[in-house]
Antibody, heavy 121, light 113 residues
């Protein structure tokens, strides 16, 4: 059974940093691309970032480029999102998502439960 | 960037009736070299994470009831629920994965009439 368990969310002041983690199990982690998608309270889904199976290829939404860094540790079956220079508008539930293929131009086929990030003073 | 626009924003349908949700992309998401449309549909029930329903515009994910179907090509796509069930109350999102950013539509809220 595929499982994605996010952690690391919480309350942080504007300008601060957080690192989200996503522990994966139930599938061969190093053969699938992974993404982070966020959702502000009562709003729609916003794609944030993607990383290929090997970690060699990444991309970001313009709204987070230069502030957020996606990475993965394949031996540990874990996906990360390092978030720096956080702003109030980054407040959202952050979902870890598994793709159905190894490459990044692929559909998301499984979502984690999400972790809440709140940026406020 | 490709902009995804769904219609309607909300929809109320009677149990057992057909529900149709449309999604339009600002550029084609059809990749000519493999003739695939890079378009997925996700369902999000209240208080839950999204769930994949359809990918490659018309391929139903394993375990998804066959009352859900996807159609369309290029820039115009449709999600159809042939006979609405109570458990289908949710917000539905289309998403393109043809180019970055992998944008979502704004969502369509489906309710029971």
């Amino acid at each position: 059974e595929v499982q994605l368990l996010e952690s690391g969310g919480g309350l942080v002041q504007p300008g601060g940093s957080l690192r989200l983690s996503c522990a994966a199990s139930g599938f061969t982690f190093n053969t699938y691309a992974m993404s982070w998608v966020r959702q502000a309270q009562g709003k729609g889904l916003e794609w944030v970032s993607v990383i290929s199976d090997s970690g060699a290829s990444t991309d970001y939404a313009d709204s987070v480029r230069g502030r957020f860094t996606i990475s993965r540790d394949n031996p540990k079956n874990t996906l990360y999102l390092q978030m720096n220079s956080l702003r109030a508008e980054d407040t959202a539930i952050y979902y870890c998502a598994k793709h159905g293929c190894s490459g990044t131009r692929c559909y998301i086929n499984f979502w984690g439960q999400g972790t809440l990030v709140t940026v406020s003073s | 960037d490709i902009v995804m626009t769904q219609s309607p924003d909300s929809l109320a349908v009677s149990l057992g009736e057909r529900a149709t949700i449309n999604c339009k992309s600002s550029q084609s998401v059809l990749y000519n070299s493999n003739n695939k449309n890079y378009l997925a549909w996700h369902q999000q029930k209240p208080g839950q994470p999204p769930k994949l329903l359809i990918y490659w515009a018309s391929t139903r994910e394993s375990g998804v009831p066959d009352r859900f179907s996807g159609s369309g090509s290029g820039t115009d796509f449709t999600l159809t629920i042939s006979s609405l069930q109570a458990e289908d109350v949710a917000v539905y999102y289309c998403q393109q994965y043809y180019s970055f950013p992998h944008s979502f539509g704004q969502g369509t809220k489906l309710e029971i009439k």
